[in-house]
């Protein structure tokens, strides 16, 4: 094997390879990544078992085909920091060891055979179709905050996937929840498609999120059995899905939130931020002491201190009900519009939040007590 590829383009590639490859891995061959030089092309894979991110880098120079595995880390770390743009050579040097050299650097690193590598041949004709990249990436970022990280109740461990219909029309519709707050979130498709609900696990979303962020364009989505394949251009990301039955979120939106709340976006999310900047604890309530057209946040923390802010508001009643400023700031921050809707009934009960901006998008959060 002997093949030339530019910095720039390896780097980014391995980058993502960071983020499939488990830190601490007991299978040796899981720390390493598979490069496979071939037809004018390198193909990088890197895989937890769970997750495989495949990527190509097109048009590099092969004096000679092969393929190996090496360990991902230490290449990340080594070819990035090379001048970005420059020139990397590999080819093998003696039984295992594969070299690469750029400008005067030259190093030997280890390798495990191609063929322990675990790579997973799956049929994945059936149930494609198509999106766009930032269409899905909205989906995932309206909903990834929701997501539990309670391993008890594994199927609120990440986001679940759904087609559904409202007038003859039909979405392809997101929702998670941890118990605590929960979003939904729906996007129009073309057409009916054939896809069955899938639950996406908590790792795949991240890694596909900073993929979506780096592509305009459409991803290919396909199912087979107890997995799902993405295709952005030069990359695929294949995961295994979580295996549960997602709760009936439908009966958990509040249908009797009459009173409210209208503010504006950037004045409430910056209000609540130094308003809870006097607890050194995220998870103490922040108060909303409602009355006509006035809010009054309010922390109170023994140990830091206290905070009090007052904003005009559109409001026509009176309550008083505490929130966790995380779980408020985490919603604000997904919304379009300049303006954040806050629907509320009484002290006990959750909240409706709704964007002005985006009908497609509801979120839900619970109360704190006291």
Known sequence: MKF???????????????????????????????????????????????????????????????????????????????????????????????????????????????SEFPITDEDFIQNQFSIKSKTLLKLLNKCKFSVSNDETRHYLSGIFFHQTQIEDKNFLTAASTDSHRMSISKVRLNEKIDFEPIILPKKTIFQLCSLLEDFAGDVKISNAKSKIKFELNNSILISKLIDGKFPNYIQVIPKNNQKKLEIDLNLFLNSVDRVASVSLDKKDGVKFNLTKDKLNLSVNNANSGDGKETLNVKFDHELDISFNSRYLMDVASQLDGDKIEIFLNDTGSPALIKDPADFDSIFVVMPMKG
Do not use: M, W
Not at 24 to 35: A, D, E, Q, W
Not at 64 to 84: A, H, M, N, P, Q
């Open 4 to 114: 030339s590829v530019n910095q720039q383009d390896l780097q980014k590639s391995l980058n993502y390879c960071q983020g499939v490859i488990e830190k601490r891995s007991t299978l040796p061959i899981l720390s390493n990544i598979l490069l496979n030089a071939s037809n004018s092309k390198l193909t990088i894979t890197a895989t937890d078992l769970d997750l495989i991110f495949i990527n190509e880098i097109k048009d590099i120079e092969i004096e000679e085909e092969g393929t190996t595995t090496t360990t991902s880390s230490i290449l990340y770390d080594i070819i990035r920091k090379f001048s970005s743009g420059k020139k990397i050579n590999f080819s093998f040097s003696g039984e295992n060891k594969l070299q690469l050299e750029s400008e005067k650097s030259v190093f030997h690193l280890n390798c495990i055979s191609a």
